[in-house]
């Protein structure tokens, strides 16, 4: 880390970076910019900007809905970054004079049966114990709030305070206001650390991190679909909709161009395969909430690969016995909501070598000693088949 050096004052040497960032998706860049803008000499290396998770990401900004058992720490974490969006929205549009889709309406949870709903209600209850802002409505309040829904809709709740952004418009907003700020993109892909030389490098190479650092990170697949609404005009809805369906779990998410993003499955694989009974089982999901969805446009279908960890959560500083190597990987469904808080804490590090204590639970070295699986990764975790937020 640069301990000792003033963050408005650049390294005296040029010719070496002070800062080397791998990987230009949300996180890289948004370490990038904020690097940059303290006056560090910062170089970025990613032969594709933005095509890795979040290329495939919804761009829901869900720390309450998204609070799930047995992830204390990491919803503490969501928090944090959640809190910091409204800002971090304002300061990048006028950084890079880029509109990002920043949407505040909330998110609605839904449940199609009772089943569903019963299977919904449990997790609430586990929100609302921790403090969050959860509000149970019946089925008439829910279709106060959007008429598109089904009538067999049994009942849902609100989380207010859960918002959306597009992350198709967030990493080119991201790369402009790095590269203003001083940062210096180079289109090059990197295979070993020892090919970068930097006073600093901070690896954000989503499930390429495996391979340069040995870390734990598995690729998780996520089929997602587009959807458009005919005749160009914006979706019947507007909030983001959590649906349970008949024991199928799906989101769906209106943009006001007419777009709505549909997804997503949580599959254990490494291929970017679309497959025709994922596409049947989002699509069968959605239109039993939401009837109109039947007659807009399939627009698109697409897989990608969340960078997954055993526990869920990101992997964030110090390698073991590298400090000047900094990890910013591992976020898996929570890449576009911790973004802000990424960024800040990693650069914070950086400039000061001091960690912030909410570091403290994601360290590198909490899987010292995991066993190398397959691949040379430590043995991966199951899952559950859950939402992706990203």
């Not at 990101?314 to 400090?323: D, N, S, V």
């Amino acid at each position: 880390m640069l301990t000792g050096r003033s963050p408005s004052t650049p390294s005296d040497d040029r010719a070496r970076p002070d800062v080397a960032v791998v990987g230009a998706g949300p996180i890289g860049l948004s370490i990038a910019w904020r690097c940059a803008a303290r006056g560090l000499r910062v170089v970025v290396h990613d032969p594709a900007s933005g095509s890795g998770a979040s290329a495939v990401a919804a761009g829901m900004l869900s720390p309450v809905a998204e609070a799930y058992f047995g992830e204390r720490q990491l919803t503490e974490l969501l928090l944090a970054s959640a809190a910091r969006w409204p800002a971090f929205a304002a300061e990048l549009t006028e950084a890079s004079g880029v509109q990002l889709g920043y949407r505040t309406e909330g998110t609605l949870v839904v449940g199609l049966t009772g089943d569903d709903l019963a299977e919904a209600r449990r997790l609430w209850a586990y929100q609302q114990g921790l403090g969050l802002p959860v509000t149970p409505l019946r089925p008439t309040e829910l279709r106060d709030r959007e008429p598109a829904l089904a009538p067999r809709v049994r009942g849902g709740a609100l989380a207010s305070t859960d918002h959306q952004v597009d992350p198709r418009l967030l990493v080119p907003a991201l790369r402009t206001a790095a590269q203003r700020a001083g940062a210096l993109l180079v289109p090059q892909a990197v295979r070993h650390l020892s090919e970068v030389d930097a006073a600093v490098t901070v690896v954000a190479a989503g499930c390429g991190a495996a391979d340069l650092t040995g870390l734990p990170v598995r690729p998780v697949k996520g089929q997602i679909l587009r959807l458009r609404a005919p005749g160009g005009v914006a979706p019947g809805f507007r909030h983001v909709i959590r649906g349970y369906a008949d024991g199928e779990t799906v989101y769906l998410v209106p943009r006001t161009d007419g777009e709505v993003v549909l997804g997503a499955t949580v599959e254990e694989r490494s291929d970017t395969t679309v497959t025709a009974g994922a596409v049947l089982r989002l699509l069968r999901a959605s239109v039993d909430l939401l009837p109109e969805l039947a007659e807009y446009d399939l627009v698109e279908t697409v897989a990608g690969l969340r960078p997954g960890t055993p526990d869920n959560a990101p992997i964030l500083g110090p390698l073991p016995g590298r400090p000047d190597v900094l990890a910013a990987t591992g976020h898996h469904r929570h890449g576009i909501v911790l973004t802000p808080v990424t960024a800040d804490l990693i650069a914070d590090l950086v400039t000061t070598g001091v960690a912030d204590p909410l570091l403290t639970p994601f360290q590198p070295d909490r899987f010292a000693g995991a066993e190398p699986g397959p691949g040379g990764r430590p043995d991966q975790m199951m899952e559950e088949d859950r939402w992706n937020s990203r």
